[in-house]
């Protein structure tokens, strides 16, 4: 048993080409499993969907046990945000067969899938270079993305109905992205007390989410790196000292010659 366990652990952590064939296949995983969830929102609940819903329930249960089995801190990993998504993800999924009623309160917790995207970041943290030179700008789009998609399954739960199909989904689509960049058209609103502060929410929310991307977009980017002497984690990408203490500094970089 802890020779499997080690096995494990150098597929999740390991160097060498397995296991970063391995850690690229999980987040090819995670990266469809979002796309799969936020596409299927809409549509109604069929045989097919159901045991589709199940087996990735079952795969998402293999791989959350796995990261848990070899963590130094089982406890720790409970607590994370994503590991907390994912168990209600899990728990909608498996659960959907045993109803025979509204599955509405399901399908917004399946969108807290895309939570899981900043698990993904993680790995890709560790895995690309290029992420780690672009991590500010590429948070900030997730942060953007996941708020849009995560809002528009609640708007479309809550103001329209599984029975609106996909045209309610796109209507849900449009009204939270009108309402965050305070466009306001009006033609989709709201006339609830409840549905009046999710729209105010979404307003004041978005604002900052765009705010957050414009300002990771357009100001000098910086990587990473946690200098050895006074911990300063944020450098430019051709530094060769720590601009706070001189310490020297050791970048990874694609091969270009620092000057």
Not at 210 to 226: E, G, N, T
Request: positive net charge; charged residues 20%.
């Amino acid at each position: 048993m802890t020779d499997l366990k080690s096995k494990i652990r150098r597929l999740y952590t390991g160097n060498s080409k397995r296991a970063r064939r391995f850690r690229y296949g999980l987040i090819t995983f995670d990266a469809l499993t979002i796309v799969y969830f936020i596409t299927t929102v809409a549509l109604p609940e069929t045989t097919t969907l159901t045991v589709l819903n199940t087996l990735l329930g079952i795969i998402i249960v293999i791989d959350f046990a796995a990261r848990l089995w070899i963590s130094h801190s089982p406890r720790r990993e409970l607590t994370r945000i994503y590991t907390l998504a994912d168990i209600a993800v899990v728990f909608s999924l498996l659960l959907a067969p045993f109803i025979t009623g509204n599955l509405a309160f399901l399908r917004v917790l399946r969108g807290l899938r895309l939570i899981h995207a900043y698990h993904l970041l993680r790995d890709l943290r560790r895995e690309s270079l290029f992420f780690r030179r672009h991590e500010d700008a590429i948070l900030a789009a997730v942060n953007l993305f996941v708020f849009i998609f995560v809002t528009t399954s609640i708007v479309f739960v809550l103001a329209f109905g599984e029975a609106a199909g996909l045209t309610g989904y796109v209507d849900a689509l449009y009204f939270t992205v009108a309402t965050l960049t305070t466009t306001g058209f009006g033609d989709i609103t709201m006339s609830t007390p409840g549905g009046k502060l999710l729209s105010v929410f979404i307003m004041v929310v978005g604002v900052a989410l765009f705010v957050q991307l414009a300002r990771a977009i357009f100001q000098p980017s910086k990587i990473k790196h946690k200098c050895p002497e006074c911990g300063l984690n944020r450098h430019e990408p051709d530094a060769i000292h720590c601009k706070h203490c001189g310490e020297p500094l050791k970048i990874e970089t694609e091969g270009e010659t620092q000057g």
